[in-house]
């Protein structure tokens, strides 16, 4: 352990001299470690920039196979009626996702008077049982 040396400072200047000191110190590392993990990152391109691009080497591949890519898909000249296989937006949501039932039910309100004695006639209501139509995900039956 070290003695301290003798001083006629108050102890609030012997304090904040030991926070500056820290500070610098911390800065000091700091400083250090940024200088150092930069010097690691400068490392050359190792990639070089010379050399064919992507395109010439599918190209000189291609060339050196003998066959020809097929870009697209034969079209077929078929006169077939194809308007039942043929895909449109009312068939494929109706087949895709079928509606849930939702049954109307009907209500009778007998007559019954308001909390003012003024008399309601009986009628009658309807309404859907569920607020929202709901839909079968694909694969599911609706009942």
């Known amino acids: 352990m070290q003695a301290q040396p003798k001083t ?6 012997l304090t904040s001299i030991t926070m500056i000191r820290a500070i610098i110190r911390t800065r000091l590392i700091s ?6 993990l930069s010097a ?5 391109n190792i990639i070089p920039n010379t050399g064919p691009d992507t395109l010439d080497v599918y190209e000189r591949h291609i060339s050196s ?3 020809q ?3 697209y898909r034969q079209i077929l000249d078929d006169r077939r ?4 296989y043929t895909r449109d937006v009312s068939n494929e949501i109706n087949l895709k ?6 049954p109307e039910l009907v209500m009778y309100v007998f007559p019954h008077f308001t909390p003012k004695n003024r008399p309601i006639p009986g009628y009658s209501t309807s309404f859907m049982m569920y607020e929202v139509d709901q839909y079968a995900l694909p694969g599911e039956s609706a009942p």
């Open 81 to 84: 009626d194809l308007a039942a």
């Open 40 to 44: 690691c990152s400068s490392t050359p």
């Open 8 to 13: 006629n400072w108050p102890a609030s200047i």
């Open 65 to 67: 196979s003998g066959t």
């Open 31 to 36: 400083i250090g470690l940024i200088g150092f």
């Open 97 to 102: 996702f079928p509606k849930l039932p939702n």
């Open 69 to 71: 890519p097929r870009m």
